[in-house]
């Protein structure tokens, strides 16, 4: 199973330390030799961000920083766990290397989740699909 951890944390615009940046590569490299990370990123500062929202029919877009916000999405990792407890474990070990803030975890959907809604010509127009973005990468 693929889940989708969303980190969120309070936004200070002050880059991680040489310690920080070392402590996560460290569990970055163990996760990823494990198969358990299959991809992470950290986020820019909201100031170089913006929110497009559609609504009513209408599209707005508002430039960052949004200043609104208690938290801001600060980054991801994709995990692949055999349960939603061991991405709960991943996500902690996550945590306490990181130290303050919060993530959202969810799981990806697959192609089971949609029932025969998902004919096999949806299938293949998704595969189609994502073999294009693996070869862009």
Do not use: W
């Not at 500062?45 to 497009?52: D, E, I, L, Y």
């Not at 949004?66 to 939603?84: D, H, N, P, R, W």
């Amino acid at each position: 199973m693929r889940f989708l951890s969303i980190y969120k944390h309070a936004e200070t615009n002050v880059p991680p330390t040489m310690e920080e940046m070392t402590r996560m590569g460290q569990l970055i490299e163990e996760m990823t030799n494990a198969g358990t990370l299959i991809s992470t990123e950290g986020c820019l500062p909201t100031s170089k961000g913006a929110r497009v929202r559609r609504s009513g029919g209408k599209v707005s877009v508002t430039d960052g920083p949004f200043t609104e916000s208690k938290e801001v999405i600060a980054g991801f990792a994709l995990l692949e766990a055999k349960s939603k407890e061991e991405a709960i474990d991943l996500t902690r070990r996550f945590l306490e290397v990181v130290g303050e803030g919060e993530c959202e975890l969810r799981q990806i959907a697959t192609a089971e989740d949609f029932g025969a809604e998902f004919t096999p010509e949806l299938r293949d127009q998704e595969e189609r699909a994502r073999e294009k973005m693996a070869a862009k990468r």
